[in-house]
């Protein structure tokens, strides 16, 4: 697809985030697709190489950032190391920087920290043109008050803003065309798949083991689920501490309930493991408490799975309810059973939500339209 803007010579887009997360190789990818050169900046050095994308470049924290992040340490709150909001480096390190890779855009998440004010008022002075990136829902209710000061304060940046989760475009029209709807895209490269492995409905699960990604609410599911239905089986996977307390409680409730011929709980898996034990399923659940916008969600859609997720999942709005998956309220056990059964009792919609996600992963998540339509809004 072609874009606006610059013709002749190549686009310069600089990213910040606070990792190399693989939400950003699509898009990536689609923008180099679409002539652009991509560069990252991180919070945190990474040594991710991926082929034919960019590396990361990590800038050394400034003397008061560093006295800053070693004073007010912070976590995550889920056994895992956050970035810093103290972190930024000097201004002469990044001014040099700037100098060197000459960006046209930047897009700057996170927004609100020391270091996002800094790349802000450098990109001001440089001209350079500024996108902000955050997990807001577009399409939303905006107090009017609010809306206002945002418009104006966009306009008058010359600014836009955009996010991975849609919001209920049913209810709401684009409150500002300052606001841009850019989903996470991936390539589905499966045209025809297996589903029912071992002659059995395999359910995958995908989520850290901590409370906020709630997998022991798809455990509990799944043990009601045995009590009535045969020829299934559920597959956990995740991150986490292989010592800590909530991956052991999940490790004994399967043992207690003697289901271990039915459950395998995996953690910590290398990520090429994660394509096979896609393939491998039928159904993806990510039952979420809190998740400002899953990869998860789409990575199963691209491999063929009916996919569930729930209400507080910023991707949902990647799921049409009934066509591909559903969408299920958090902590509702019982609805999650309800709909797992409707699934498993026919088998046929799960093949054909299955193949709806992999129509709907090509319709909407491409990398070349997606990033081609990123690029035709801020230039054009």
């Known amino acids: 697809m072609a874009r606006t803007g610059k013709k002749d010579t190549e686009l310069n887009i600089l990213f910040i985030q606070h990792r190399y997360h693989s939400n950003l190789y699509g898009w990536f990818e689609g923008l180099q697709g679409n002539q ?145 709807y850019m989903p996470f895209t991936i390539r589905s490269n499966q045209n025809e798949r297996d589903y029912f492995n071992g002659n059995r409905v395999n359910i995958l699960c995908v989520a850290k083991y901590f409370e906020n990604k709630n997998p022991k609410l798809m455990l509990d599911a799944f043990l009601e689920l045995l009590k009535t239905e045969t020829g299934i089986k559920l597959t956990i996977v995740g991150t986490g501490d292989d010592n800590g307390p909530y991956f052991n409680e999940m490790l004994a409730k399967v043992r207690d309930s003697q289901a271990e011929e039915y459950v395998d709980i995996l953690i910590n898996q290398p990520q090429q493991q994660m394509e096979r034990l896609y393939i491998g399923h039928d159904i993806f659940v990510l ?9 998860t969600v789409l990575e199963a859609m691209s491999y063929g799975l009916a996919t569930l997720t729930t209400d507080v999942d910023g991707s949902a709005g990647y799921i049409t309810d009934g066509f591909n998956g559903f969408i299920i309220p958090k902590g509702n056990l019982r609805e999650l059973v309800s709909k797992l059964k409707e699934l498993i009792q026919n088998k046929n919609r799960i093949v054909s939500q299955g193949q709806n996600s992999l129509k709907l992963t090509r319709k909407n998540h491409g990398p070349i339209e997606v990033t081609a339509n990123f690029l035709n809004r801020i230039l054009g």
């Open 36 to 180: 652009a050169n991509v560069q990252l900046i991180v919070y945190r050095p990474d040594d991710k190489d991926i082929e034919g994308l960019p590396k990361s470049t990590f800038l050394e924290p400034s003397k008061l950032s560093k006295k800053l992040m070693n004073k007010r340490k912070r976590t995550r709150g889920d056994g895992v190391d956050s970035f810093s909001p103290f972190y930024f480096p000097s201004i002469r390190n990044l001014y040099e920087f700037f100098r060197t890779c000459k960006p046209d855009v930047i897009v700057i998440r996170p927004v609100f920290t020391r270091f996002g004010y800094l790349l802000l008022a450098l990109s001001l002075l440089l001209r350079v043109k500024v996108v902000f990136h955050s997990r807001i829902a577009i399409y939303r209710h905006f107090d009017p008050l609010k809306l206002i000061a945002f418009k104006s304060f966009m306009t008058l940046l010359g600014a836009y803003w955009i996010s991975p989760c849609r919001g209920d475009e049913s209810r709401y029209k684009l409150s500002s065309k300052r606001l841009i």
């Open 287 to 295: 039952p979420t408490n809190h998740d400002p916008a899953s990869f």
